[in-house]
């Protein structure tokens, strides 16, 4: 007799409940809801600070919702009251980016709204553990659960969101193990989480650095020079949609810079022969900067060296000091608030803002003599290496959660408890 059950999802062990939502839901009327229609909330019900609302963005994180919110009064929230969450809760988006899932932390705010765009859902903690779900959303087998309800006609969206999240099924191994399963995932997220913040904490020192060493004590006898004469830049070619291929050298675009990084597994390809013979001049290096220059002017990432191969592609521009060491000070003046406003003066453009090297070639930068330089980058070079080592490590770690989560969804990999 097999020790192993087959689902719609795929294979889960035997001694493992096949459970559907409605059936681990809270008791409560509201644990499963969905965000306000969208008059209920409008731009002017927003406050400096209150009841945060969870949006799309806020579910672009590891886990725990996160990011910039915006807020309710608490009043307002209470007249949202069907679509309040709290710690715990589970947090779905029914239209637009279909399959984001978010688990509200503890200890941050008492609750949260949804937006129009999302769905919540409360656990029965005596059937499911919370964080065993999400991570079970978060697989391959739970983004075919919520997937397979998505309507193919017009926006994305899920059909009959509530109705649909009420049937999708879900392992129910036992709580023990649920929670065990949950732990050793939790605990790689943890690691991950710890060392985004470190990294923000190393940024705000360099950034404070470069504000006081260019911007608050810059001197007046500083040459004012090109930004030539200092950064190394480069536009890509512009690759059409015929040229690309299914396997190759990946190409960067601006969908792929988010959050300061570049998300190469939504890459797109040419072919080797290209990217090596007529594009060979347009290959990326470990320690590239590159910029966004059109849409959101200035998004922008340092390229590491798990990103290569790589190669620039239009509407992003890459940067690098034309001395071959100062690294660190390309990476301040593009993060800076000087350049950014040099970009919006500079920017052109009918439908949207862009800028390209024809602009750069005008603006101009208040040159630091060389022995200000470095003595800046004798402090800063530090922070960036041990930013560089911890995004390696993230790396690693994001890697390894990814090849652990499928099978300890599956139970290919089964926790002691």
Same mark, same amino acid.
């Given at each position: 007799m097999s020790d192993w059950q087959e689902t719609d999802f795929g294979r889960i062990p035997k001694d493992w409940d096949l459970k559907k939502v409605a059936d681990i839901k809270g008791a409560d009327k509201r644990a499963i809801a969905m965000g306000p229609f969208g008059s209920n909330?409008?731009?002017?019900?927003?406050?400096?600070?209150?009841?945060?609302?969870?949006?799309?963005?806020?579910?672009?994180?590891?886990?725990?919702?996160?990011?910039?919110?915006?807020?309710?009064?608490?009043?307002?929230?209470?007249?949202?009251?069907?679509?309040?969450?709290?710690?715990?809760d589970l947090v779905f988006t029914h239209r637009g980016t279909i399959g984001q899932v978010g688990l509200i932390p503890s200890g941050k705010f008492p609750r949260y709204v949804i937006s129009q765009s999302g769905m919540k859902l409360t656990v029965n903690p005596k059937l499911m553990d919370s964080d065993f779900l999400f991570y079970f959303f978060k697989s391959e087998f739970g983004?075919?659960?919520?997937?397979?309800?998505?309507?193919?006609?017009?926006?994305?969206?899920?059909?009959?969101?509530?109705?649909?999240?009420? @049937?999708?099924?879900?392992?129910?191994?036992r709580p023990a193990e649920?929670?065990?399963?949950?732990?050793?995932?939790?605990?790689?997220?943890?690691?991950?989480?710890?060392?985004?913040?470190?990294?923000?904490?190393?940024?705000?020192?360099? @950034?404070?650095?470069?504000?006081?060493?260019?911007?608050?004590?810059?001197?007046?006898?500083?040459?004012?020079?090109p930004l030539e004469e200092f950064f190394d830049f480069m536009e890509g070619p512009g690759i059409r949609n015929w040229q690309y291929t299914?396997?190759?050298?990946?190409?960067?675009?601006?969908?792929?810079?988010?959050?300061?990084?570049?998300?190469?597994s939504k890459a797109s390809f040419v072919s080797d022969e290209e990217a090596n013979g007529k594009y060979s001049h347009f290959h990326l290096r470990e320690g590239d900067?590159?910029?966004?220059?059109?849409?959101?002017?200035?998004?922008?990432?340092?390229?590491?060296?798990y990103h290569l191969p790589l190669i620039l592609n239009t509407s992003v521009i890459r940067f690098r000091p034309r001395d071959g060491r100062s690294y660190s000070f390309v990476y301040q003046y593009l993060n800076s608030r000087l350049f950014q406003e040099h970009l919006e003066s500079a920017a052109s453009g009918s439908v949207q803002a862009n800028f390209g090297p024809t602009h750069l070639k005008q603006m101009t930068l208040s040159k630091p003599p060389r022995h200000v330089l470095d003595r800046y980058l004798q402090q800063v070079d530090g922070l960036y290496e041990k930013i560089r080592l911890n995004q390696a490590q993230i790396k690693s770690l994001e890697s390894l959660r990814d090849t652990l989560l499928p099978k300890l969804m599956s139970g290919e990999v089964r926790v002691r408890t």
């Open positions: 909330i409008k731009a002017e019900n927003f406050v400096e600070y209150g009841v945060p609302v969870i949006r799309g963005t806020n579910l672009n994180y590891a886990k725990y919702v996160g990011g910039d919110f915006v807020y309710l009064t608490e009043e307002k929230a209470d007249d949202l009251l069907g679509s309040n969450c709290k710690a715990g983004q075919h659960q919520i997937l397979k309800y998505e309507s193919q006609v017009g926006v994305p969206s899920i059909s009959n969101p509530l109705t649909s999240l009420k @049937e999708i099924e879900v392992p129910a191994p649920q929670k065990a399963i949950a732990a050793v995932l939790s605990s790689l997220d943890d690691k991950i989480d710890l060392l985004h913040r470190q990294n923000k904490t190393l940024e705000a020192m360099a @950034e404070t650095l470069f504000r006081q060493w260019f911007v608050e004590e810059a001197g007046e006898d500083w040459a004012e020079v299914e396997v190759g050298t990946p190409f960067i675009n601006i969908r792929l810079i988010s959050n300061g990084d570049i998300d190469i900067m590159i910029v966004s220059t059109s849409g959101t002017l200035g998004k922008n990432a340092i390229v590491r060296s």
